[in-house]
T-cell receptor, first 109, second 114 residues
Framework: RKEVEQDPGPFNVPEGATVAFNCTYS??????FFWYRQDCRKEPKLLMS???SGNEDGRFTAQLNRASQYISLLIRDSKLSDSATYLC??????????FGQGTELSVKP | NAGVMQNPRHLVRRRGQEARLRCSPM?????VYWYRQLPEEGLKFMVY????????ESGMPKERFSAEFPKEGPSILRIQQVVRGDSAAYFC????????????FGPGTRLTVT
């Protein structure tokens, strides 16, 4: 079993749509959780950290359920510029980041 | 404030040669991490270093790979006797003291082994 598993893509959605990505992780001792974005296999960029209480940044909402070991990302009113691969990232401790395979999103006009 | 710098951006090596990848962290950052992304796969952690110390090398292949972060100069990821399976994008990240999860990534070095 992979340490971090994500929905397989690609997701093809029209502009303005709401899209949700899911992720599960296997290590219950994991301490920190993030969503990164990667464009065309360039360097990954931090989109947002994920907290148990849930957090929102503009059109993006992230949720963490520690009991189920489940992380989600919701994108509302999607834009063409949201097209990218979204990476679910978990860190057990000490700075090591464990990346999921990524889910590709393509937003069409 | 310049970001994380990596060079070269593209590197072509023949099988059996050595590859040296360099990473200069962001100014003020004392932690460096190396990750590898094989074609069609996700990023995989390789090694975490501080100045003159290897903190976690649990993701490094047992043979041919080594990394260092000397007191002066960039961090170096060295691959000896490269094979075709080493072809990948190698990303370096850095973080400030005390904030190991706040990692900023460089543009990567794309290694092609022919």
């Amino acid at each position: 079993r992979k340490e971090v598993e994500q929905d397989p893509g690609p997701f093809n959605v029209p502009e303005g749509a709401t899209v949700a990505f899911n992720c599960t992780y296997s290590n219950s001792a994991s301490q920190s959780f993030f969503w990164y974005r990667q464009d065309c296999r360039k360097e990954p960029k931090l989109l947002m950290s994920v907290y148990s209480s849930g957090n929102e940044d503009g059109r993006f909402t992230a949720q963490l359920n520690r009991a189920s070991q489940y992380i989600s990302l919701l994108i509302r009113d999607s834009k063409l510029s949201d097209s990218a691969t979204y990476l679910c990232v978990v860190s057990p401790q000490g700075g090591k980041l464990i990346f999921g395979q990524g889910t590709e999103l393509s937003v069409k006009p | 404030n310049a970001g994380v710098m990596q060079n070269p951006r593209h590197l072509v090596r023949r099988r059996g040669q050595e590859a040296r990848l360099r990473c200069s962290p962001m100014k003020g950052h004392s932690h460096v991490y190396w990750y590898r992304q094989l074609p069609e796969e996700g990023l995989k952690f390789m090694v975490y270093l501080q100045k003159e110390n290897i903190i976690d090398e649990s993701g490094m292949p047992k043979e041919r790979f080594s990394a260092e972060f000397p007191k002066e100069g960039p961090s170096i990821l060295r691959i000896q006797q490269v094979v075709r399976g080493d072809s990948a994008a190698y990303f370096c990240a850095s973080s400030p003291e005390g904030l190991v999860y706040e990692q900023y990534f460089g543009p990567g070095t794309r290694l092609t082994v022919t």
